[in-house]
């Protein structure tokens, strides 16, 4: 876990940890610059399709994890993000500073000084902005920020300014996405969206080839649902010991195939979906990401997301008829659980977020890297308790 999120975890200090994201901030763009500079100075024009010799300088301790040929893919990879939430500038700044090609900031007409707290590339962006910091919205405070981090790649910002002045997740902003947007793109994020949204947006980012992943932060718990496409072909590296006396472990690479479920199906799963496959069935399935699957049932009947004490009722009294349901001894999921989950829609803890953002940023990045066993498909986490847990939502075994 992140040092900072252990420190900061229990004052909950938001001022304090904003200012540590913004010192790290500070010592990313200063050693990207050094590295830069450093690497300019003797650097060769490198053939096409091959890194510079300034980027194997910056980016030489990811290829000795993965490899050039991951990192120069990362180096054609382009993001599209939307819903710019602290949990979003937790993973663009991951995804940044890795060295992906482009990224494109979905415009939701937020001003940057209105900027939710954990949103720390927005407001190093307001604190650095030389002109009317009263026109400055986050995508512009963020997209400058990122442009700092890393020289090597893109950052664009696109689409109109609907809602001014209200939060980032409305659906007014999401709804501007379309086939039009995400043509050519590799990788979506969506931060905060609905239900329908993620639903529809997932539809089109499988229909135009790119994987999406599709994250919230609801006061002290979070997760993300990932889809990868139908056949998401990745390489694994074992190590195998061999038993000849003497002999050193030897590291094999494997390549794997897996498949992934659309958002829809997967949104659509029951509780007892998550026991498929799951060594120790439903005794070691997370309760939290049942809950999330009771707040999405809550918000396709409703209309919206559950957001006040009388909603949190409602879903705690429908547990017992859920567990019957499901086929599951009563009081198998806890109340707590659910109001935790739920939490407080329109806030996020910074603390959580850096987690979860974390976990998302390292998927997203595999996603193009194709290096490692990826998340099937969902994560979920919680401060109580501080766990994160991988959780299988209606993905064909492998």
């Not at 998401?232 to 030897?250: K, R």
């Amino acid at each position: 876990m992140n040092p900072e999120v252990v420190q900061y975890f229990p004052t909950r200090n938001l001022e304090m940890y904003i200012v540590v994201k913004l010192r790290s901030l500070q010592t990313a763009r200063a050693t990207c610059a050094l590295a830069f500079d450093f690497a300019m100075a003797g650097a060769s024009d490198a053939a096409d399709g091959e890194l510079t010799d300034e980027q194997r300088a910056v980016y030489d301790r990811q290829l000795r994890v993965w490899g050039v040929d991951a990192q120069r893919r990362l180096g054609h990879a382009k993001f599209f993000v939307a819903g710019l939430s602290g949990l979003c500038a937790e993973a663009c700044k991951n995804v940044v500073l890795a060295g992906i090609g482009s990224v494109t900031l979905l415009e939701d007409g937020v001003l940057a000084q209105d900027a939710h707290p954990g949103n720390f590339l927005a407001h190093a962006g307001l604190a650095d902005h030389q002109g009317d910091v009263g026109a400055l919205t986050v995508a512009q405070a963020m997209g400058a920020t990122l442009r700092e981090m890393n020289p090597f790649g893109e950052v664009h910002v696109v689409g109109t300014r609907p809602v001014i002045g209200q939060g980032p997740s409305t659906d007014s902003s999401f709804a501007q996405i379309t086939e039009h947007e995400l043509t050519n793109m590799d990788v979506v994020l969506l931060c905060g969206a609905s239900v329908l949204e993620r639903e529809r947006i997932g539809d089109i980012s499988r229909a135009v080839g790119a994987s999406i992943f599709a994250g919230t932060v609801r006061g002290y718990a979070g997760d993300f649902v990932a889809d990868l496409g139908v056949s998401f072909e990745h390489v694994v590296e074992t190590t195998v010991t061999s038993v000849t006396a003497g002999a050193l472990p030897e590291k094999v690479k494997t390549t794997k195939v897996c498949g992934f479920v659309p958002l829809r199906a997967a949104l659509a799963s029951q509780w007892k979906d998550l026991a498929v496959g799951r060594e120790g069935g439903m005794r070691r399935v997370s309760r939290l990401a049942a809950a999330s699957l009771s707040a999405v049932d809550f918000e396709k009947k409703i209309g919206r997301f559950p957001s006040n004490e009388t909603d949190k009722k409602i879903l705690i009294a429908s547990i017992a008829v859920t567990e019957r349901e499901n086929g599951l001894n009563e009081g198998w999921m806890n109340p707590e659980t659910v109001a935790e989950y739920v939490g407080h829609p329109n806030e996020e803890a910074p603390a959580v977020a850096a987690v979860v953002g974390g976990v998302l940023a390292q998927e997203m990045l595999r996603a193009v890297t194709k290096v490692g066993e990826p998340c099937r498909n969902g994560f979920f986490f919680a401060m109580d308790g501080g766990q994160g847990s991988v959780e299988n939502l209606g993905c064909p075994e492998v």
